[in-house]
């Protein structure tokens, strides 16, 4: 594994620069595989020791990298030392480098490779909570919550791979006004047989019916307004409507969750906090952090200068609380609850605002846990469509994603031999959905796109599947040449030892996932890997070689299979083994 080789560049380093090598590990770095072969598995950089105060930052720094790289001695692992620009390269013996990385495929625990390295120690912080998907009953599943979703789902894996304990919450928007509209628009417009047949369909079409006839109809209005006082008095009649409505919305949803490979610990909302935030309005009074605005509303002052030049509102001129308002109630009681030391919300950029709110207010309460809370925001998609229109329902965008898998599938002449093309289609289409997500920065907006996403070349998520099904194909076939052991001096091509170079590279991709809980990185990495490993399918036969070739090239297959599948079930895509 790459903490071996780390380990043992650190130990060098240490000796030579009389410090402890433990300093020297985060330095070392793996070199990343380019077009050209490298010589090189590792550098480290010296302005890096120079502004950890390893190195005196003063004088020449490429003099100080030519000296430092002659005092360091090569040996039998590290067997070439040198001074590159600014940097020291290491290549290390190459049949350690194989034997090192591939040993513990054999093993049975493949899917801890990696995750040992002492990179990632430092990233395990005890229990995270992660709050993710948050759609809003009766209202559109729309984009920004299937990226929620998504996103949400790979840092919760990622925390919890690294060994976190990981709370998984769904914080549903299960409270407002919209739910006295809904109440009384089910009186008019409902049908609870409807409701039982397609739930999410029906609770949406008698919103939108009741939101249109509130437009003129004031009788509507009132009504809503009466349904609405009623349920935060927790009236029988009310709630037990409402609670319908949410329990049916829940088991819908868990269902479709499903199939998308998520699921949550807690299903909260913000009706449970409709009470909490009205002692969290008291407590703001009784600090003094309160204050009534000309509008009559109940503001907190959150302007440097306090001159009330900016304010976050939290009570309305008729006493009733809002959105930031339960938010604070929610996450003050999670604390209690949960005793997480790390919060993570997952939402939208146009939430950016609310959440910096949210944790300056909290902050200003006394509650300095918020300095661990943290916003993940992603930019907006546009034109999410299938073929009969706006996707409405998460449900849409996953059966369109599955039959237009599907039909690209019904050309290649696998698909004739599989056990269910449908379950396939599914997990295919999904990996696409998530790497068309994943692949740039979360902050920018993209152009969803079935036809580009689905493409089984190019740096796509069908290409992912696809690669890892045909190295299982490979390994099937040669289950009878594979052995416990082999030789590590066999796999000396170029192809070879750059596919172990870039395995060299995963702790820190997760490593640099973690710090920014930005996907990309890893995505990149597992495509890059897929590039290589086609590479190597054509340049490194096992048909046909001799056993003792054939059996380490299915060693290095296998490992680089391990490393995708492992990756890919971080990002939240289940690999398939045929396709
Ligand atoms: N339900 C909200 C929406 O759809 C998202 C909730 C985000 N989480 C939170 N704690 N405010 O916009």
């Not at 009681?333 to 790390?342: A, G, H, L």
């Not at 690669?467 to 009878?480: F, I, K």
């Not at 490993?533 to 070689?545: D, T, Y």
Request: charged content about 25%.
């Amino acid at each position: 594994m790459a903490c071996f080789f780390r380990r043992r560049i650190a130990a060098k380093l240490g000796s030579t620069l009389q410090h402890p090598e433990e300093a020297f590990i985060p330095a070392v770095t793996a070199v990343p595989v380019m077009k050209k072969q490298q010589t090189a598995d590792f550098k480290v950089s010296v302005s890096t020791l120079r502004v950890n105060g390893i190195l005196p930052s003063r004088g020449d720094i490429q003099l100080q990298t030519e000296d430092l790289a002659c005092k360091l001695k090569q040996d039998s692992v590290v067997e070439e030392i040198s001074a590159g620009r600014g940097v020291i390269n290491f290549k290390v013996n190459r049949k350690f480098l194989a034997q090192k990385l591939l040993e513990p495929f054999g093993k049975g625990d493949d899917d801890k490779f990696g995750l040992n390295s002492e990179l990632l120690v430092s990233l395990k912080r005890g229990t995270t909570l992660v709050e993710y998907s948050s759609p809003n009953i009766a209202k559109k599943f729309h984009a920004g919550h299937l990226r929620s979703t998504i996103i949400g789902n790979f840092i919760a894996n990622l925390k919890q791979s690294l060994g976190n304990n990981v709370i998984r919450m769904n914080y549903l928007g299960d409270w407002g006004m919209q739910f006295g509209l809904l109440g009384a628009g089910f009186d008019q417009f409902g049908c609870l047989e409807k409701l039982k047949q397609n739930p999410l369909q029906h609770l949406f079409e008698v919103y939108v019916q009741v939101n249109k006839e509130a437009e003129h109809n004031e009788d509507i209005k009132q009504a809503a307004r009466d349904f609405f006082r009623q349920l935060e008095q927790h009236e029988s009649q009310a709630v037990s409507l409402w609670k319908q409505f949410r329990e049916i919305t829940v088991t819908e949803y868990q269902r479709v969750y499903k199939r998308l490979g998520v699921h949550f610990d807690v299903y909260c909302g913000e009706s449970f906090h409709q009470d909490q935030a009205q002692e969290v309005v008291q407590q703001l009074q009784s600090r003094g952090l309160l204050k009534t605005s000309e509008k009559g509303t109940g503001v907190v002052d959150l302007s440097p200068q306090g001159d009330m030049s900016s304010v976050c509102t939290l009570l309305r001129s008729d006493g009733t609380t809002l959105y930031i308002t339960r938010d604070i109630a929610a996450a003050i009681n999670r604390k209690e609850k949960y005793q997480f030391d790390e919060m993570i919300y997952v939402t939208d950029k146009s939430q950016e605002n609310h959440f910096s709110q949210l944790f300056q207010i909290l902050l200003s309460m006394g509650h300095s846990w918020a300095d661990r809370c943290r916003h993940v925001s992603f930019g907006l998609v546009q034109g999410m469509k299938t073929r009969t229109g706006e996707v409405v329902f998460l449900e849409d965008v996953l059966d369109e994603a599955r039959a237009r898998m599907l039909h690209n599938m019904s050309q290649s002449s696998t698909t004739k031999d599989m056990d269910n093309p449908e379950d396939t289609a599914e997990k295919v289409g999904i990996s696409a959905l998530n790497i068309q997500d994943f692949k740039g920065p979360l902050q920018s907006d993209y152009k969803f796109d079935w036809d580009r996403m689905l493409q089984a070349q190019g740096d796509t998520g069908v290409f992912l599947q696809y690669t890892h099904a045909r190295l299982c194909s490979l390994m099937q076939r040669n289950e009878g040449v594979q052995a416990a052991t082999f030789d590590p001096s066999l796999l000396r091509e170029h192809t070879s030892v750059t596919i172990l170079q870039h395995l060299l590279r995963y702790d820190e991709v997760l490593y640099q996932s973690a710090q920014d809980l930005q996907p990309k990185h890893l995505v990149t990495f597992l495509l890059k890997l897929c590039h290589l490993i086609a590479a190597a399918h054509r340049e490194l036969p096992v048909k046909g070689s001799p056993q003792d070739v054939a059996q380490a090239r299915l060693r290095l297959f296998s490992g680089a299979c391990s490393v995708l599948a492992n990756g890919m079930r971080i990002l939240g895509i289940t690999p398939v083994d045929k396709m």
